[in-house]
Structure formats: structure tokens, C-alpha cells
């Protein structure tokens, strides 16, 4: 994945084929619909490989994915990945020949390689089975997400990004 610098960098993580997997992707797919000024909006499957090379020299990341908490299913959080320990638990595999979000965090801080500011938004899952389609509350979800992360991206840039006129389709 060959990513532009931008001054901010967004980061929909997950899998389009395991239920509320693909909140991140969704997420991703709204905000690029709004053609935000100044902002690269990209997708990934999630492996730690991937988050790194995307993260990898940009000053200002969002990484939105799933999450297994044990919140209610929707809630949506947002953690610094530069401050004190993250409690997310992506819903990637759990497959030993595979590593996520978490353990992409946890060597990005051993190694000192993360982006100078990376936010995470996770939205908690209710069902990562096999198929598509979003639960209810997941589904419901997605536009705030989005709203969410276009104010802290507005503010980051110092303007209205609502303000920039959209082409016409």
C-alpha cells in the first residue's frame, strides 16, 4: 500500500466478510464520501505489518476497527496511542500466525516508530461470524464514528472541514 503524505492519514481496519469486522472499513467509506480537504482515507485488512507500513511517516493518524471489549455493542471509544496503555483488543484472529492492532501498538512503542499523533477509534462488535452485513447498533453507529473523527480532524487543521464544497456527481 503506497500512501501519499497528507496531514492527516485515517485508517479504516477490518474484514468486509466477518460481520461487524468491517465497522473500520465502513467508517472509512463514509468519511471518504466526504471528500475531506487535507485527508487521506485508506483501508486494511488489519495485520500488524500492514498498520505499520501505513502509519509509517505520517504526522497525524485515525485508526478506526471493531473491537471485543465488552461494551455494548456500538459504543464507540477513542484512545491515544501515545498515552498510557491502550485497552483495546482488536477483533482480529486470534491465530498465532497473525498479529493486529494490538500488537502493532505495542511494538510501535518499544521500537518508538509511532506517528507523533495516533488516535484510535474502536466500535464494539456483537458479531464477527462469517458473512457480511453489520449488526443493527454496529450499523447505526458508523455515521457518528465519522463525525467524530471529521471534528477531530477539523481541529487538527484549525478550519470548518464541512466548509469545503463538495464536487458535483
Not at 483495546?88 to 502493532?104: P, V
Not at 447505526?140 to 471529521?150: C, L, Q, V, Y
Not at 470548518?160 to 456527481?169: A, D, F, I, L, T
Request: charged content about 20%; some cysteine.
Amino acid at each position: 500500500m503506497v500512501l501519499s503524505r497528507q496531514p492527516v492519514r485515517v485508517l479504516g481496519v477490518g474484514n468486509a466478510w466477518r460481520g461487524d469486522d468491517a465497522a473500520g472499513l465502513m467508517v472509512a467509506r463514509h468519511l471518504r464520501k466526504d471528500n475531506l480537504p487535507q485527508v487521506e482515507v485508506a483501508e486494511s485488512l488489519g495485520t500488524g505489518r500492514a498498520l505499520a507500513d501505513a502509519w509509517q511517516d505520517a504526522d497525524r493518524v485515525i485508526v478506526v476497527d471493531a473491537m471485543a471489549s465488552g461494551a455494548p455493542p456500538g459504543t464507540i471509544s477513542r484512545f491515544d496511542a501515545n498515552g498510557p496503555a491502550v485497552p483495546f483488543q482488536g477483533s482480529r484472529s486470534s491465530s498465532t500466525h497473525c498479529w493486529g492492532l494490538a500488537e502493532a501498538l505495542a511494538l510501535g512503542k518499544v521500537f518508538q516508530n509511532l506517528p507523533p499523533v495516533l488516535i484510535i477509534y474502536g466500535i464494539e462488535g456483537e458479531n464477527f461470524s462469517l458473512g457480511d452485513g453489520l449488526s443493527p447498533a454496529v450499523a447505526a453507529a458508523i455515521p457518528e464514528a465519522a463525525r467524530r473523527i471529521a471534528e477531530d480532524i477539523q481541529a487538527w487543521l484549525g478550519r470548518e472541514v464541512s466548509e469545503v464544497k463538495k464536487p458535483e456527481r
